[in-house]
């Protein structure tokens, strides 16, 4: 199963995360919450890389909203190949995708996922514009 993402993507990040025994739900597969937490924890470890880190008395991102498609069931033992691209940069906002694939086997993606991230100023609770640096890298 293919994702079909905007043409105008960018393949930003990649990260390798366990899954864990207790990532398994009664049926034995990963439960499906847990497949947000996959794609949000390599969400913010690409922010933290780019340099991102919310400042409270200043601006920082906020999700908007989040989806997740699962096609295949992950289960344990395994290791999750989480690929992050971004796209559809505007003022305020620009979107987040992920695919989820196990490592061991890429390109066979198991679920596909994304966000949109707004970009806040914090002290008036409102939406601010992308800082020009951060549009550079989103573009």
């Known amino acids: 199963m293919r994702l079909d993402l905007p043409s105008e993507k960018k393949?930003?990040?990649?990260?390798?995360?366990?899954i864990r025994w207790g990532d398994m739900d009664a049926m034995g597969h990963v439960n499906n919450t847990v497949y947000f937490r996959y794609m949000e924890t390599v969400r913010l470890?690409?922010?933290?890389n780019i340099g991102i880190a919310p400042d409270p008395q200043?601006?920082?991102p906020v999700i908007l909203n989040a989806f997740c498609n699962f096609y295949k069931q992950l289960s344990?033992?395994?290791d999750v190949l989480v690929k992050l691209f971004v796209s559809e940069p505007k003022r305020s906002t620009f979107e987040t995708w992920c695919t989820l694939e196990l490592a061991a086997q890429p390109d066979a993606i198991h679920a596909a996922g994304g966000a949109t991230v707004v970009w806040v100023d914090f002290p008036k609770q409102k939406s601010a514009d992308l800082p020009a640096w951060l549009l550079g890298v989103v573009t």
């Open 11 to 18: 393949h930003v990040f990649d990260m390798v995360l366990p």
């Open 45 to 48: 470890e690409w922010m933290f």
């Open 58 to 60: 200043g601006q920082g």
């Open 76 to 78: 344990y033992p395994g």
